[in-house]
Every structure is written in structure tokens, then in C-alpha cells.
């Protein structure tokens, strides 16, 4: 019995129209739209919800609005969601559905499992040729105008009580740690082997409640780069990136999100098995960001934002100097 994954988030904010075009340069599916609710799919089927901040049964958010209001985690199938109902009954704010089942965790956030609606993909990704693998063979690596999200791969979440927000992930959905920041941060992830992490909590040296992040997994680092240049092109306000994060090894570039937080675009991150051994790491600038560009890379220059667009002429016309 394990969660496998997220397989929803619901955001509560004031301006659907702005989510709206966000998310759809963000590349997600409109599935569904009504005066209150917007209900987004990336390819795999997993749902992001832009919910209006009166509609009537919206869970309470961690902060004000715009921000993230509940967090569905999917499960294998119904034994599964089963053994999840006895476990988080005695739980505060537990909801049982029938197909939905959920509680909330110690910050106050909506905690919610189903059984899994995603869809199994079979994705053409980039192969990578380094100096002792050669995995791409008379073919280029794909270029990308926008990106198309696989799913929601993880949340990154402000608590002011990181022991017990750890202990409840860890104790009630089964969740392994991955590092961390001691007293400061738990990189969780769902299942002894898996990616790097599916949940960050983060105690803030000033203890808050809030999101700081939702990120979306794409194929590769190409798509990373043509999703936030397409993003930049319309318009939208990068927060930091491309860059890598040290710790998960995952390439990334975050904007900053109508409907709260901050989104993320990323890929490459570590794969774990039952073996690793979690590392304590303390938090820094170098820590988070082996390297970033600040300020995003304008999509029509493909150059740094506020660089010299290029000229036309080969570099190798420049004169000596």
C-alpha cells in the first residue's frame, strides 16, 4: 500500500481569466470551464482545478488567496484507498466519499487520495550522449516552441511546524525521506523508489504557512528551455532560471503564477531505490542553485533577458579587438 503520485491540485484565486491564459501557455488542456472553476489535464491526466475564491466548499488555504487550497494523491487501486480509509479515519477533517477519501495535515491543508487517474505514457525523450555512453545515434536532440507538462511532480509547501507536517506524511501516507535540511526541510518522496522528492516542506527561519511552488515534470532539459522561452515570449514574469538544483540534480526554470506560488517547469532529477541514504544538507543560494540565470532567457533574442539581441552577423565576423 503506497501513494504513487499526485493527481490533483486545486488552486483558489479571484482571476480565472489570468489563470486562464496562464495555464494554457503553460501548456495544459482546458478541460472544462464554468464562472467558478477551471479544470486543466497535462498529457498524463493529471488535473490542476482554478477554483473561484467564494465558490461554496472550496477548502480553506494555507494563506490568502491566490494560493494552493488541496493536494489529491492517487493510489494503485481500491484495497489501496481501502487501507487508507482505516489509517486516516481518527485524522482531523477526514472526508470519505467513496471515491475520495482525505484529511487535513498538521498545517491545515487538504489532504485528499483516489485511486489513480492517470495514464501510462510512452513518451519519446531525449537521449543524451556523454563521453562513455553514446545513446543517440544519427539523430539530433528535439527542439521545443512551448511545452506540453507529464504531469505534477511535486509541491513545495511553507510549514511552521516541520516535525509534525514531516511525521504525518511519513507516518500516515507511507512517505520516504529523500534529504535534509535539518530543522529546516524534508525532501520526501512517495515510495522507497522513486523520484527524488513528490513533497518539500520548508520551516522558514520566520515560520509561515503558505506554497511556495508547484512543479511540472516535462521529457527533457529542451523542454525545459522552449516551455520558459515560450513563457517568456508571452508575456509571463520568470522568478529564476534555467538552472540545476545540486540536491535533486534536476534542471528547472520557475515563473511566477497568477493562481499562487510559483510554477516550475523541471527534469533529470535523481532516481532513488530503498539504498540511498538520506543526506543533511544546510540551506544556501549554492545549495539550491548550482547555477541560474536571473531574470529568464527572452524568447524572441533566445538570450538572457536585457542582453544585446544578436546581430545577425557570425561571431566569427566580429573583428579582433
Known amino acids: 500500500m503506497s501513494v504513487l503520485g499526485i493527481d490533483e491540485v ?46 461554496p466548499g472550496l477548502p480553506a488555504g494555507l494563506e490568502p488567496d491566490p494560493t494552493l487550497r488541496e ?33 487535513t495535515d498538521p498545517s491545515g491543508l487538504a489532504v485528499r487520495l483516489q485511486v489513480t487517474r492517470k495514464r501510462p505514457l510512452d513518451l519519446d525523450c531525449a537521449a543524451t550522449n556523454t563521453w ?24 513545495v509547501l511553507f510549514v511552521t511546524d ?8 511519513e507516518r500516515q501516507l507511507g512517505f520516504v525521506m529523500s534529504d535534509r ?30 506554497l511556495n511552488h508547484v512543479a511540472f515534470a516535462v521529457r527533457d532539459v529542451h523542454e525545459v528551455f522552449g516551455g520558459g522561452m515560450h513563457m517568456s515570449r508571452c508575456g509571463w514574469d520568470t522568478e529564476l532560471g534555467p538552472g540545476r538544483h545540486p540536491i535533486s540534480s534536476a534542471i528547472f526554470w520557475y515563473f511566477t503564477s497568477p493562481a499562487g506560488g510559483l ?34 532567457i527572452d524568447g524572441n533574442t533566445r538570450r538572457q533577458v536585457n542582453a544585446e539581441a544578436p546581430s545577425g552577423r557570425f561571431m566569427t565576423d566580429r573583428p579582433k579587438s
Open 10 to 55: 486545486t488552486f483558489g484565486a479571484a482571476d480565472l481569466a489570468t489563470c486562464r491564459n496562464f495555464f494554457q501557455d503553460w501548456g495544459l488542456a482546458l478541460r472544462s470551464e464554468a464562472a467558478d472553476e477551471l479544470v486543466f489535464e497535462s498529457l498524463n491526466g493529471c488535473r490542476v482545478v482554478v477554483a473561484h475564491s467564494g465558490k
Open 71 to 103: 493536494v489529491v494523491w492517487g493510489v494503485a487501486d481500491e484495497a489501496a484507498l481501502a487501507g487508507y480509509r482505516q489509517r486516516l479515519a481518527s485524522q482531523p477533517g477526514f472526508v470519505d466519499s467513496g471515491s475520495r477519501i482525505g484529511c
Open 132 to 155: 562513455s555512453a553514446r545513446q543517440r545515434l544519427d539523430k539530433p536532440s528535439p527542439q521545443y516552441e512551448r511545452a506540453t507538462p507529464i504531469e505534477v511532480g511535486h509541491v
Open 162 to 169: 516541520l516535525q509534525a507536517a514531516t511525521e504525518f506524511y
Open 181 to 210: 535540511y535539518p530543522e529546516r526541510g524534508s525532501f520526501l518522496r512517495c515510495t522507497p523508489e522513486g523520484g527524488h522528492h513528490d513533497l518539500f516542506l520548508l520551516q522558514p527561519p520566520q515560520p509561515r504557512k503558505g
Open 263 to 296: 510554477v516550475e517547469y523541471y527534469t533529470d532529477e535523481d532516481e532513488l531505490t530503498a539504498a540511498w541514504q538520506p543526506r543533511d544538507f544546510t540551506p544556501g543560494p549554492t545549495v539550491f542553485a548550482e547555477w541560474a540565470i536571473k531574470g529568464g
